[in-house]
């Protein structure tokens, strides 16, 4: 990245997916040339749970990485001043992406979370921070920055309404006031359905793959066979 700062391959796809679907979303409600609005209407709930899994699938993959972060102790007054460029590096002040995983009573619902979403947009906007915000799913918030330096007001914020149960930016994951068993037991449910769901594309992919070759053996035997038939 050209602020310098070290991103693991899984969190740079992240951020490309993530992407994606701010773009997707702000052009299937905002206004525009029509061709616009009909390309980024075809973006269907379907298609946004995949990409809920595939984000899920790359949490997995950047546990493995971990970014190596300075350690600075401001109380002893002895600064590293290469350590204190990192840190003012990591502080990323360009365009930032965070996840709020959503938790509330009386089971989890998309129009549900819509206003939820809509409600914190409102809150940030009303405060002076460039946010916009965004439903992924029916239990997961993006919210959108221009502004990186935004990040720790917006992740205060998050982390003081009652719906968030996990606030997430990059690597980092803080529990908010709705964790509780539940949540993590509907955390655990989602990750198997979407291994399930992964290994079933898997199987399937390979199964095709069986009769791609199948059908390439059986063409080139018929070949071999009428050539042989016209000697």
């Not at 602020?3 to 409600?29: E, F, H, I, K, Q």
Request: aromatic share 6%; with cysteine.
């Amino acid at each position: 990245p050209a602020s310098g700062v070290a991103m693991a391959p899984a969190a740079a796809r992240r951020l490309a997916v993530a992407a994606l679907v701010v773009v997707a979303l702000a052009g299937r409600c905002a206004a525009g040339p029509k061709e616009d609005r009909e390309r980024y209407a075809k973006l269907t709930d379907a298609d946004l749970r995949r990409i809920d899994e595939e984000l899920m699938e790359d949490d997995e993959k950047e546990e493995e990485w971990k970014p190596e972060q300075p350690k600075i102790d401001f109380a002893s007054g002895k600064i590293n001043p290469a350590d204190m460029q990192k840190l003012t590096q990591a502080a990323d002040p360009g365009p930032a992406m965070v996840f709020a995983n959503i938790w509330y009573d009386g089971g989890l619902d998309k129009a549900k979370t819509d206003k939820v979403s809509w409600r914190w947009k409102q809150m940030l906007q009303s405060s002076g921070m460039d946010a916009n915000t965004y439903t992924i799913s029916e239990d997961k918030i993006l919210v959108s920055t221009t502004k990186g330096w935004h990040v720790p007001e917006i992740r205060d914020f998050m982390l003081s309404q009652p719906e968030t149960a996990e606030f997430e930016h990059k690597q980092n994951k803080v529990p908010g006031p709705a964790d509780c068993p539940e949540f993590r037991e509907h955390v655990a449910a989602k990750k198997a359905i979407s291994e399930a769901n992964k290994n079933k594309r898997l199987r399937e992919d390979a199964e095709a793959e069986k009769r791609k070759k199948k059908r390439k053996k059986m063409k080139k035997a018929g070949k071999a066979g009428a050539q042989k038939s016209e000697l």
